[in-house]
């Protein structure tokens, strides 16, 4: 029987993922595309367009296959509304999306006996709610692997929908996270994403992420690699940016900044005034050369002014952000903003994120660019038509031109020969 994973939204949700996936495969499964007979749909809730894309998905699942299973965070709100997408549609929330990890094995049990899918998922019962059971030791990745250290979220940012489902923030012990790294070392892994809902939160009331990345360093050895999926600004300390100077932390990061405008980020409620971003990126900087830093923008918030829009479109120029995803000001039911008074004209708001798009594009191009002729690392990942490709230290994807052969996962250093396409030329 085959298997399909769908995934929206996050690093997070890509991980889990993954790990429903390999759950299923060590189980005997088989790994099937869009029309395999069992389809696990991994949803978000962070714009309309991401619940609307799911909704589609869903029913497009369920034309072809035998069973549709969601989860997430959109299926942690929107219960009943999914429900009603299909027949065969079963749905699992953020509570229950830990027992998903034992649902393989208990189908095959049960399809064995004769059961019909349908009936075994819905007769299935786990109580495992630990968010920390996606521990990246309990699968397996060809290149990386994703470790989560914290989940929820204690911000209430006036327009997120992912707080109200995910709940107040939890931290994985810092000893625990020492020792699942270790372990993901010792499975001869060059490379850890650290990943949560929102990770500069972990411990933030103790000695924060700073101080557990320390703790990492201490233990890890000279050939680990490790990678932030998101900061979020308002606990990011000298602490722990000071821990950047260490040449085992990639040179690449990525900052949701919403907006330049303090005025904005006020109205919205985030923690954080944009001068405190602008100090960060010139840490970063000056840790790392020429590290490749993103950012979320969210295009047309409430309040925002034409004045407003170009402080953001200007700070983004000036910084020269390698890549800024942009969203579109999407309102959201049960948030403080939904029905606000003070919301931007569709009409405007498009057209800001368009132009927000364009910009980006350039800083892309212009990164992209200067990158030629520069030393860098990279992590081996797939073959595909005789030729291998990675991903670099500052998150390119590449191809390895080599005379010798390289092995998948490795971790190599080499030096960029062409920008366009990517290629990293290894010296032996």
Same mark, same amino acid.
């Given at each position: 029987?085959?298997?399909?994973?769908?995934?929206?939204?996050?690093?997070?949700?890509?991980?889990?993922?993954?790990?429903?996936?390999?759950?299923?495969?060590?189980?005997?499964?088989?790994?099937?595309?869009?029309?395999?007979?069992?389809?696990?749909?991994?949803?978000?809730?962070?714009?309309?367009?991401?619940?609307?894309?799911?909704?589609?998905?869903?029913?497009?699942?369920?034309?072809?296959?035998?069973?549709?299973?969601?989860?997430?965070?959109?299926?942690?709100?929107?219960?009943?509304?999914?429900?009603?997408?299909?027949?065969?549609?079963?749905?699992?929330? %953020? =509570?229950?999306?830990? #027992?998903?990890? $034992?649902?393989? @094995? *208990?189908?095959? !049990?049960?399809?064995?006996? &004769?059961?019909? /899918?349908?009936?075994?998922?819905?007769?299935?019962?786990?109580?495992?709610?630990?968010?920390?059971?996606?521990?990246?030791?309990?699968?397996?990745?060809?290149?990386?692997?994703? %470790? =989560?250290?914290?989940? #929820?979220?204690? $911000?209430?940012? @006036? *327009?997120?929908? !992912?707080?109200?489902?995910? &709940?107040?923030? /939890?931290?994985?012990?810092?000893?625990?996270?020492?020792?699942?790294?270790?372990?993901?070392?010792?499975?001869?892994?060059?490379?850890?994403?650290?990943?949560?809902?929102?990770?500069?939160?972990?411990?933030?009331?103790?000695?924060?992420?700073?101080?557990?990345?320390?703790?990492?360093?201490?233990?890890?050895?000279?050939?680990?690699?490790?990678?932030?999926?998101?900061?979020?600004?308002?606990?990011?300390?000298?602490?722990?940016?000071?821990?950047?100077?260490?040449?085992?932390?990639?040179?690449?990061?990525?900052?949701?900044?919403?907006?330049?405008?303090?005025?904005?980020?006020?109205?919205?409620?985030?923690?954080?005034t944009i001068e405190h971003v602008e100090y960060i990126i010139g840490k970063m900087r000056e840790y790392k050369d020429d590290p490749f830093i993103a950012c979320d923008i969210i295009a047309g918030l409430p309040s925002e002014s034409e004045e407003d829009f170009m402080v953001t479109y200007?700070?983004?120029?000036?910084?020269?952000?390698?890549?800024?995803?942009?969203?579109?000001?999407?309102?959201?039911?049960?948030?403080?903003?939904?029905?606000?008074?003070?919301?931007?004209?569709?009409?405007?708001?498009?057209?800001?994120?368009?132009?927000?798009?364009?910009?980006?594009?350039?800083?892309?191009?212009?990164?992209?660019?200067?990158?030629?002729?520069?030393?860098?690392?990279?992590?081996?990942?797939?073959?595909?038509?005789?030729?291998?490709?990675?991903?670099?230290?500052?998150?390119?994807?590449?191809?390895?031109?080599?005379?010798?052969?390289?092995?998948?996962?490795?971790?190599?250093?080499?030096?960029?020969?062409?920008?366009?396409?990517?290629?990293?030329?290894?010296?032996?």
């Amino acid at each position: 029987m085959r298997v399909f994973v769908y995934t929206l939204g996050c690093r997070l949700n890509q991980c889990e993922s993954e790990a429903l996936m390999d759950s299923f495969l060590k189980a005997g499964f088989e790994k099937g595309d869009g029309k395999a007979d069992i389809v696990i749909v991994n949803t978000c809730t962070v714009t309309s367009k991401a619940e609307q894309k799911a909704r589609r998905m869903i029913r497009l699942f369920s034309k072809s296959a035998a069973a549709v299973i969601v989860t997430g965070c959109y299926a942690e709100l929107d219960r009943d509304e999914i429900l009603k997408l299909g027949e065969h549609v079963h749905v699992y929330g %953020l =509570k229950e999306k830990a #027992g998903l990890l $034992n649902l393989a @094995s *208990y189908l095959k !049990t049960s399809l064995l006996s &004769g059961l019909d /899918v349908n009936e075994a998922i819905r007769n299935f019962r786990d109580s495992s709610a630990d968010p920390f059971i996606f521990d990246a030791s309990s699968f397996s990745f060809h290149s990386r692997a994703f %470790l =989560k250290i914290q989940d #929820g979220c204690d $911000n209430s940012c @006036s *327009y997120c929908r !992912t707080t109200i489902a995910r &709940g107040p923030s /939890v931290s994985l012990p810092a000893s625990e996270v020492v020792r699942r790294a270790k372990e993901i070392e010792a499975m001869g892994m060059h490379e850890i994403m650290l990943t949560g809902v929102n990770l500069t939160m972990y411990d933030h009331e103790g000695g924060g992420l700073g101080k557990l990345v320390e703790s990492l360093l201490d233990a890890l050895g000279p050939d680990m690699r490790i990678r932030f999926s998101s900061l979020e600004a308002d606990h990011v300390d000298d602490r722990l940016l000071s821990s950047f100077s260490d040449s085992r932390i990639f040179p690449h990061f990525h900052l949701p900044i919403q907006s330049a405008s303090n005025k904005v980020l006020e109205r919205v409620n985030r923690k954080y005034t944009i001068e405190h971003v602008e100090y960060i990126i010139g840490k970063m900087r000056e840790y790392k050369d020429d590290p490749f830093i993103a950012c979320d923008i969210i295009a047309g918030l409430p309040s925002e002014s034409e004045e407003d829009f170009m402080v953001t479109y200007s700070f983004l120029e000036r910084m020269e952000f390698s890549k800024f995803h942009v969203f579109p000001y999407s309102p959201r039911e049960g948030t403080a903003l939904w029905g606000a008074r003070d919301s931007i004209e569709e009409r405007i708001r498009d057209e800001r994120a368009e132009k927000l798009r364009k910009l980006s594009e350039i800083h892309s191009r212009r990164y992209i660019a200067r990158q030629y002729g520069k030393e860098v690392e990279i992590i081996a990942e797939k073959e595909k038509g005789g030729r291998i490709y990675g991903t670099t230290g500052n998150y390119l994807k590449a191809e390895i031109v080599s005379h010798m052969p390289v092995k998948e996962g490795a971790l190599l250093s080499g030096r960029i020969t062409s920008v366009y396409p990517l290629e990293v030329s290894l010296a032996y």
